[in-house]
């Protein structure tokens, strides 16, 4: 059965730091996009990082400079480093997979969640003091 699941959420304080991992099952990484996704209550989900096959990353602006996104296709798990965490970082975080050409991810196109596949049930961060 094909699947992603997220781990590494939690609670942290203010300009603390957690790493959250997206491993695959019953298919391999190596030809997918991975995308983070995050969604507050009420909210539509923001598109926070995303990592091409090739390896290419995406941010959204807010959190160039803090975050870090790596795939090991190895261990079949894409990585994503949180650092200087911030309150407004607070949200369940989903990772997704597409399978496309990695040109279809430049533009902002990215974000777009109706471009990905399989989704994971998301991790809990809650950022506060």
């Known amino acids: 059965q094909v699947h992603v699941v997220e781990s590494g959420g939690g609670l942290v304080q203010p300009g603390g730091s957690l790493r959250l991992s997206c491993a695959a099952s019953?298919?391999?990484?190596?030809?997918?996009?991975i995308a983070w996704f995050r969604q507050t209550p009420g909210k539509e989900h923001e598109g926070v990082s995303c990592?091409?096959?090739?390896?290419?990353?995406y941010y959204v602006d807010s959190v160039k400079g803090r975050f870090t996104i790596s795939r090991d296709n190895a261990k079949n798990t894409v990585y994503l480093q949180m650092d200087n965490l911030k309150p407004e970082d607070t949200a369940v975080y989903h990772c997704?997979?597409?399978?496309?050409?990695?040109?279809?991810?430049?533009?902002?196109?990215?974000?777009?969640?109706?471009?990905?596949?399989?989704w994971g049930q998301g991790t809990q961060v809650t950022v506060s003091s």
């Open positions: 990592i091409s096959s090739d390896f290419t990353p």
């Open positions: 019953g298919f391999s990484l190596d030809f997918y996009a």
């Open positions: 997704a997979t597409f399978l496309g050409p990695d040109h279809s991810l430049s533009g902002g196109n990215w974000a777009r969640k109706s471009l990905y596949d399989f």
